[in-house]
């Protein structure tokens, strides 16, 4: 059985599955995460909260814990972490292999707009919109901006400052249901879904109850991450794992 030490980049859910999936072969796992998230949900294996200190933190830690690969199963949008641990990996000939669900596309009843940021986003949604924002907390002051929105921001933490009065935040974590979505959008009456492409399907259940009721969504795409061998399942970053240490 293998015993190689795999350095987990966490955050999603996805990365909690890995860990558990390199647990079971026989793999020693250290997940990471940022630290941002007050209680987050834990895998198996160890873990280790809080950044590298950059590309050169991160090499020292990948030379103190004699780490075999880098399995990157960090959101889509979290940009920085994947440039890191690409040039990191660069550096120590540690293989680097990302861990990401393919973007969503749109059906031919969807009402998507596609936009590159959360400043876009803000700009295309029409006066007097009633959002769900599904955008984390980071970026939301831009929609808060807004004088003339109205909405449900939907996230895990609550957004740092002070909310506008128009505004709601709903604490919550996915995955949500095509009932509880529709409920949702009912209740308050919403008009718009604001939402990063994560490709997640634990948050597909957004656009099936929009399609239904006719919203509109505006979607911002993904960063640009480096290039790297890259799987959309676990099964099959397992399969690049292998291929990466023994072929
Ligand atoms: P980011 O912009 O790519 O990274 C900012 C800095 O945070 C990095 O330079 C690194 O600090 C540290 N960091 C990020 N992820 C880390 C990890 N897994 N382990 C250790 N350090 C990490 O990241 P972000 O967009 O702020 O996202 C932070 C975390 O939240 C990620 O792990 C991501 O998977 C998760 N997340 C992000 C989103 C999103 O929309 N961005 C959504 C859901 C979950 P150093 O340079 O000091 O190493």
Redesign the pocket.
Known sequence: MPAEHILV????SLARDLADALIGRGFQTTT???G?TRAPVLPQGCVRQ?????VD??IRFLRQEEIAAIADA??P??????A?ASAAATATSVPYLRLEPPPWTAGSRDKWLSVTSVAAAAEALPCHARVLATI?R?EIGRLFARSDLTGIARMIEPPAGSLPESWKVLLSRPPFSVESETALFRVHDLTHVVA?NSGNQTGFAKFVAARELGLSVVLIDRPKKPDAPTAATVDDLLKLLYKALWA
């Open positions: 980049l966490g955050g999603t990471s995460l940022a941002v809080g950044g590298f200190g950059g933190g991160l960090t959101h949008f979290a940009a920085q972490i994947s890191h984390g980071k990063k």
